[in-house]
């Protein structure tokens, strides 16, 4: 009896061993997914040109899943630390803990990142946004600083008015050369609000990208805390057994 103890202890051991040791690694990714999440949010919102257009273009609102993202990235950081400790420690009441900031780092995470995509995609929050301000400043394109707006996006991205050159037209508005190809000559048949939301999709693909990654990683990590606990809880009911 004593040798079936035994045997099944050692294996339940290994098999305890196996989960901890997996679920520290896999905490370590975390750790470096959220670090790479912090840094790419954080090099969006300070970048100074990306922000100048948005702060132009009233369009400031892109900037709430960032806001999001950089807040759950500096959490999960934190919180991989807990893991980490918790699996080494086999504390049942530290891997609870552990899970229910998994399954809070899950939810804010795909929140975070569908917030960003409502602000960054075709047909998105952000496109009447930017269709009120660019139709704004078609309509005072005689003024110098709508002018010099104008210039700037339509040259930089090779777009044309809010939806097309039509717009000049609509609003009376005499077309500028910045709306036309400086090789042929031609207008650019695109509006500046498809061209400038398939930039910003652009610019969050990777972020969106990594958040879903450590969403996974956070659904991963907290199934493996669970059965680490489970494992934990029938090696303590065992060591009981066998004491009796």
Do not use: H
């Amino acid at each position: 009896m004593g040798i079936g103890y035994g045997a099944a202890d050692e294996q339940l051991e290994k098999q305890i061993g196996c989960v901890k040791y997996t679920l520290f690694c896999f905490n370590i990714i975390a750790w470096m997914i959220s670090t790479a999440l912090f840094a790419l949010t954080v090099w969006l919102r300070a970048e100074p040109g990306f922000n100048d257009w948005l702060r132009i273009l009233e369009a400031q609102s892109f900037y709430i899943g960032v806001y999001v993202l950089i807040a759950i990235s500096i959490i999960m950081m934190a919180v991989s630390f807990l893991g980490c400790l918790s699996a080494l420690m086999e504390n049942t009441l530290a891997l609870f803990v552990f899970i229910g900031t998994q399954i809070f780092g899950f939810v804010a995470t795909v929140a975070g990142a569908a917030i960003l995509l409502q602000y960054s995609t075709i047909n998105s929050s952000l496109q009447p946004l930017l269709n009120v301000s660019l139709r704004r400043f078609v309509a005072t394109s005689e003024y110098t600083y709508s002018n010099y707006v104008l210039t700037m996006i339509q040259e930089n991205i090779g777009c044309c008015g809010a939806s097309g050159p039509w717009d000049y037209l609509d609003l009376r508005q005499p077309l500028p050369s910045s709306c036309r190809d400086a090789v042929s000559g031609n207008a650019f048949f695109s509006g500046c609000v498809d061209e400038l939301t398939w930039f910003f999709e652009g610019k969050t693909a990777w972020i969106v990208g990594l958040a879903m990654v450590m969403a996974m990683l956070t659904v991963i990590c907290g199934v493996m805390s669970f059965i680490l606990v489970q494992a934990v809880k029938k090696e303590e009911e065992q060591a009981t057994n066998y004491r009796r």
